[in-house]
């Protein structure tokens, strides 16, 4: 039977089978891109006391408005302490940016607009304002109040915010146990010497990479072109991962075992092929109670386009996250085929104006790996046109580190 389909059933088959791995509770120095699994609350007021924003005096704003001038320094007031208090209209604490502000003052005059002398304070402002330079308690967020809900990708903010509310330990989504494995006795470990016509394996660990880059880990195997082998090595694997990232193996030659495998361990086939180049013989599936099923063309651009364009957008979709929606303006003239999406190698750049420009990166086809290092993402070109005129708006997928904010994904 051909199931070949279009990429956008082939991303609708995909996403509907998103899953959830469950939570996990982790170390809040371990959570930084993890999504959030439960809500932060405030368990007090942020901040908790009226707080001081610059160094100098605190007074009565009211002495300054009778016209006085000089008021005697009662105290240092330092971040932390108890907070000192003074008793007559022309007193005054010495305070420190952090330390808790009086509840006999109201405001607070910077060093830079007084001079100190024999333990007076000598104001040379012209003008106070009540309230000025305190950052006034609860101001920010009351007790209770919800800070970040469920759902939120763990950044920087959310760290702080999580540990000024005491909590050293978070909960978050779990992510899934994943196998990446290559098929084909073309391949050899990358330690050995590979024969004129054998090649070593470079597309588990690319993989594996790209994974890392997105905050997940996988464990790499190898499949020799042997069903028996292929079918007691897969076994065991589908009962102890979540995910398979499969690559190679999935063509119509007869040395491609992996559909029919696959069917044979009970794992439903969605669609095997898609209208697209690179990655055609693309193969999805979903097993009963176990494992969803990437088995990417074994063409190292083929896996690369099919992992960035399909699982990682599933991966985001299984936390909760959008999807992404990249888009970037085509600089010259593209020639096309009118049958099969064309996922265009592009250089990206992005001009004063803000603009995303992509740039054809010409390869040699999807066997051609090293040209992954010359390009920065794909450009999705659509089907049934012949011609994309430069300045079209298009829909683009970067995978190069760095070069793009991916907190989407680093989940």
């Known amino acids: 039977m051909d199931d070949l389909v279009g990429v956008g059933d082939a991303e609708r088959i995909i996403l ?3 899953r959830d791995f469950g939570n ?9 891109g993890r999504i959030l699994a439960e809500p932060i609350t405030a368990d007090r007021d942020l901040p908790p006391y009226n707080r001081a924003t610059m160094d100098g005096i605190a007074i009565r704003s009211q002495s300054f408005q009778e016209g006085i001038r000089q008021f005697r320094v009662k105290a240092l007031q330092p971040a932390g302490a108890v907070p000192a208090c003074i008793e007559h209209p022309d007193e005054c ?13 109201d405001t607070v005059i910077p060093y830079e607009e007084i001079q100190i002398q024999n333990g007076v304070a000598h104001v040379m402002s012209g003008q106070v304002q009540p309230g000025q330079f305190i950052h006034g308690r ?38 899934p146990r994943i196998l990446i494995a290559s098929s084909g006795d073309e391949l050899v470990e990358i330690r050995e010497s590979p024969s004129p016509y054998q090649v070593r394996r470079s597309n588990p660990y690319m993989l594996h990479a790209a994974l890392a880059f997105h905050g997940l880990q996988g464990d790499l195997a190898h499949l020799p072109d042997a069903p028996q082998i292929i079918q007691q090595r897969l076994e065991p694997a589908l009962r102890a991962y979540d995910v398979l990232l499969l690559s190679g193996g999935v063509s119509k030659g007869k040395y491609d075992f992996l559909p029919g495998v696959l069917e044979n361990l009970g794992v439903t086939r969605l669609f095997h092929r898609v209208r697209q180049r690179p990655g055609k013989p693309f193969w999805f599936g979903v097993m009963q109670a176990g ?46 085929t ?32 090293a040209n992954l290092l010359d390009a920065d993402g794909f450009l999705e070109l659509p089907e049934g046109v012949e011609r994309i005129p430069a300045g079209s708006t298009l829909r683009v997928w970067p995978y190069q580190a760095g070069l793009f904010s991916q907190t989407t994904y680093n989940v």
């Not at 604490?93 to 003052?105: H, K, L, N, R, S």
């Not at 699982?311 to 888009?327: E, M, N």
């Open 338 to 369: 009118g049958s099969l999406r064309i996922f265009q190698q592009v250089k990206l750049r992005t001009e004063e104006s803000g603009r995303l420009v992509a740039v054809a990166a010409e390869g040699n086809g999807s066997g051609d790996f």
């Open 24 to 32: 996990e509770k982790i170390p809040l120095e371990q959570a930084t």
């Open 291 to 336: 494992p969803v099923v990437f088995a990417f063309p074994g063409n190292p651009v083929s896996s690369f386009l099919c992992l960035h364009r399909y699982f990682l957008p599933w991966w985001a979709a299984c936390l909760g996250q959008p999807g992404p929606s990249l888009r970037a303006v085509v600089e010259n003239d593209l020639v096309t």
């Open 16 to 18: 509907d089978q998103c």
């Open 93 to 105: 604490i010495e305070i420190m940016t952090g330390a808790a502000v009086p509840d006999t003052t």
């Open 138 to 175: 609860g101001r920010d967020r009351k007790q209770h109040e919800l800070l970040v809900p469920p759902g939120r990708a763990i950044s920087p903010p959310v760290i702080a915010l999580a540990a000024a509310t005491g909590r050293d330990r978070l909960l978050v989504k779990r992510r």
